[in-house]
Nanobody
C-alpha cells in the first residue's frame, strides 16, 4: 500500500523557518520524482519545489532562495526546508511522488505563518 505521510507543519512567525518531511512507503522511492506542492485558501494548488531521481532540483520563483528540497533514498524521505517565511507562505503543503503514469499524493500538512 502506497503511503506518503507529511509532518513538520505548524504555526511559525514571519521570518522564521521550518522543515517539512514526507515519509514514503509502498513503492520504489529512489525511482520517483518527488515534489512539494501547496494550496492556500481560495487558490489553486501550486508547485513549490521538486527533486528528480537523479537529484536535479527546481523551485518556484516565489520560494527561490528561501527553500531547499532534499531527499534521502535510504530513509525513503523527502524534505522541504523553508527560511524567511512570509504570511503568504501560509498553505497546506502536500508531498507528491511521480514515476511514469504513477502519481501519489500525501494528505497534506498545514503551515501557518503569522505573528
Amino acid at each position: 500500500q502506497v503511503q506518503l505521510v507529511e509532518s513538520g507543519g505548524g504555526l511559525v512567525q514571519p521570518g522564521g523557518s521550518l522543515e517539512l518531511s514526507c515519509a514514503a512507503s509502498g513503492f520504489t522511492f529512489s525511482n520517483y520524482l518527488m515534489s512539494w506542492y501547496r494550496q492556500a485558501p481560495g487558490k489553486e494548488r501550486e508547485l513549490v519545489a521538486l527533486v528528480d531521481s537523479g537529484g536535479s532540483l527546481n523551485y518556484a520563483d516565489s520560494v527561490e532562495g528561501r527553500a531547499a528540497i532534499s531527499r534521502d533514498n535510504a530513509k525513503n524521505t523527502v524534505y522541504l526546508r523553508m527560511n524567511s517565511l512570509k504570511p503568504e507562505d501560509t498553505a497546506v503543503y502536500y508531498c507528491r511522488a511521480q514515476w511514469s503514469k504513477f502519481v501519489y499524493w500525501g494528505q497534506g500538512t498545514q503551515v501557518t505563518v503569522s505573528s
